[in-house]
């Protein structure tokens, strides 16, 4: 099993007031990288299959490079979407509005440039497809996405999505900057279907809309 470590409360009125923001959420348990939860879902796949939407898997963002790193099975034709998903406690208005202004807002001016950014997390994401051995590239995107949603303890950012059919895939996520405001904020990777895709037609596959990149 995992073991989760309790980031340092190191506090420091000299750093940049992103940084100051981040401290908050020392209390936060750290989580392993994406490849070391991989090797433990790798030990328990052996024994019960791959994982399959939904998945979700703990990643750091503080160093730049492979952030995860995993094999899936999909037993159903559908169209998955990738996020990132940052927690905070759902009891604490407080750090919820502290993440938010790391994460930026979603107004946009006229320009159609985010008024509030926040801070940069561009990723790359690529899935590819394993059939004996091969592996074949199903999607690829690179992008600084903005925030996308939330609930009661979370803020999510969506990467994309694609429709996939039955098989094996390979997910690999690469941070390509480092964003060390987040080393303290429990972060995940997921990978699921969307609900407006429940009645989703395969005879009606318009690719520009399922799978856009």
Known sequence: MLKRKRAK?????????NEQISRVYTSTPNFTSGRDFFTAVTACSERSGLPSPPISVPVKLEQSGTIADFQFRVTEHNVYYYYLEFKFPEESQVERALLRKLLGGTAKDRTGKLQEPGIPIPIKLTVTKINQG????????EIDPPRSGSGTDFFTKQIGHCDLTPGTYRARV???????EFS??????LARMHSSFS??????LDKSKSCPQ
């Not at 506090?11 to 007031?17: A, G, I, L, N, P």
């Not at 091969?134 to 995107?141: L, P, S, T, V």
């Not at 303290?184 to 990777?189: A, R, Y």
């Not at 009645?199 to 009606?204: A, E, G, K, R």
């Open 9 to 17: 409360n190191n506090v420091d009125t000299k750093r940049s007031s």
């Open 134 to 141: 091969m592996e074949e590239k199903i999607y690829g995107k």
């Open 174 to 180: 690469e941070i390509l900057r480092s964003a060390p």
């Open 184 to 189: 303290s904020i429990s972060v995940n990777f």
């Open 199 to 204: 009645l989703f037609d395969p005879q009606t």
